[in-house]
């Protein structure tokens, strides 16, 4: 039974940081994709960050520059890290993991195969 758990959201002030972590079961993770969505309330889910089993990332615009995802592959977990937060980053965070094969310049996108439950974050003052 394959299960990613997400935890480290909470509130945090604007220009604050915070770490969220994602611990993976069931699955042979160094192989797998590993991506952060996150959705906030009336808009679509949306992928933040990805990286492949070797380390390889993928960011979206808005984020890049504040956060840092990385993975442990002998402990099977994901992390990202998010600094210089923003009011536009409160959301629902997602961890996800998408089996291979993937190839090319799009293989951060989805559908992604495994989904945790979510871990909010929001910035507020």
């Known amino acids: 039974q394959v299960q990613l758990v997400e935890s480290g959201g909470g509130l945090v002030q604007p220009g604050g940081s915070l770490s969220l972590s994602c611990a993976a079961s069931?699955?042979?993770?160094?192989?797998?994709?590993m991506g952060w969505y996150r959705q906030a309330p009336g808009k679509q889910r949306e992928l933040v960050a990805a990286?492949?089993?070797?380390?390889?990332?993928k960011y979206i615009d808005s984020v890049k520059g504040r956060f840092t995802i990385s993975r442990d592959n002998a402990a099977n977990t994901v992390a990202l890290q998010m600094n210089s937060l923003k009011s536009e980053d409160t959301a629902v965070y997602y961890c996800?993991?998408?089996?291979?094969?993937?190839?090319?310049?799009?293989?951060?996108?989805?559908?992604?195969?495994?989904w945790g439950q979510g871990t909010q974050v929001t910035v507020s003052s």
């Open positions: 996800a993991a998408k089996r291979p094969p993937f190839y090319g310049t799009n293989w951060y996108r989805g559908p992604y195969d495994y």
């Open positions: 069931g699955i042979i993770f160094s192989t797998n994709a």
């Open positions: 990286i492949t089993g070797g380390g390889t990332t």
